[in-house]
């Protein structure tokens, strides 16, 4: 098989590479490292099976290049982290909105099959929990800019699903819960690297709000093998896939496990969601998926507990 990756240096992007190269496919990797690093595909530069390219997806002669002649494009190049999106509003819905037009564009002139990455950012703050594929969004006013992400992955969706009825393109759509381990950094403002380097530090760990917000923290592996399983089925083609995990924690008590297994000093800091995003911010309490969909059909169950999680991005950061 030969798989095409758009932002495969990033978190996901990389750890998905690899389980491709396990899997014994070849692998070609676009990504612009604005958000993703050359640090976390470096290790694969040698393998036979492995080529990169360093551009932007909003080049559309580069990707119909790119993707001539591969059997799958999974589709993770995206602005991403709740910081950076609130901070790079626009460029972030040109990479979001555009750069996935552009994707399923190139993909459809050979009917090549996408695997879209999108969020469980899109449920919003919907509060009948959990989260079903087929359930109601619920989005705050267009003035908040946290919303723009949701939005313009929504939009991903849509087009996805438009490119599969109209044109026959075959796609999934995979939407992730709360992602997380070793590469995955706390600049774009994931809250659980900023945590482990913050006690490694010693610096105060900053709970934004009243640390009672909870998420369902899902390991890396867990996904990408969930995703290569979904894209080599004929089943989940033209469908939608909650993918994470149903173990669901408040932010102030993933701040002390934290704390206890780094044996840190660190103090706790609550700051308040306007001073660490922007004015009006909005969180939603809770955010857990209803996997009965991707349990049925792969089989899907997380494997990796919190605390391995954690293990494993504490190494990470000590290395
Ligand atoms: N968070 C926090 N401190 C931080 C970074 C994040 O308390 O330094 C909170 C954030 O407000 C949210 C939760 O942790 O309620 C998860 O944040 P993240 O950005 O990792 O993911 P998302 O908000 O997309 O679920």
């Known amino acids: ?51 990169y390219t360093i551009d932007t997806i909003l080049d559309e002669e580069v990707m119909a290049r790119l993707a001539d002649g591969v059997d799958v494009i999974f589709h993770l190049a995206a602005a991403v982290g709740v910081k950076y999106v609130i901070e790079n509003m626009l460029k972030a819905l040109q990479i979001n909105i555009r750069g996935t037009e552009i994707v399923l564009d190139v993909a459809n002139r050979q009917k090549t099959k996408v695997v879209l990455f999108s969020s469980s950012e899109v449920y919003g703050k919907a509060n009948s929990l959990p989260f079903h594929e087929e359930h109601d969004r619920l989005l705050g006013p267009t003035t908040i800019n946290r919303w723009s992400y949701a939005a313009a992955k929504a939009i991903d969706e849509i087009l996805a ?41 010693g610096n105060p760990i900053t709970i934004y709000g009243d640390g009672k917000q909870t998420r369902c923290f899902t390991a890396v592996a867990d996904v990408v093998r969930a995703v290569l399983d979904l894209a080599e089925h004929d089943a989940a083609v033209g469908e939608i896939f909650n993918v994470g995990s149903e173990s669901e924690i408040a932010i102030e008590d993933l701040a002390g496990k934290i704390k ?16 660490a995003y922007e004015q009006g911010f909005q969180d939603m309490r809770r955010r857990v998926p209803d996997l009965k969909k991707i349990r049925e059909l792969i089989k899907y ?13 504490i190494r990470y950061f000590e290395a």
């Open 301 to 313: 169950r997380p494997e990796v507990s919190l605390d391995e999680i954690l293990e494993s991005v």
């Open 161 to 201: 699903l438009a490119y599969h009825r109209e044109k026959k393109l075959p796609m999934v759509i995979v939407r992730c819960f709360n992602t997380c381990g070793p590469r995955q950094t706390g600049q774009y403002g994931m809250v659980i690297p900023r945590f482990v380097k913050q006690c490694l530090l």
């Open 1 to 51: 098989m030969r798989a095409l990756v758009t932002g495969g240096a990033g978190f996901i992007g990389s750890h998905l590479v690899e389980g491709l190269l396990k899997r014994g496919a070849e692998v070609s990797v676009i990504d612009d490292l604005s958000t993703g690093s050359f640090d976390n595909i470096a290790h694969l530069e040698d393998h036979p099976g492995f080529q």
């Open 260 to 275: 206890k297994m780094t044996g840190s000093s660190s103090t706790i800091d609550h700051i308040p969601y306007e001073k």
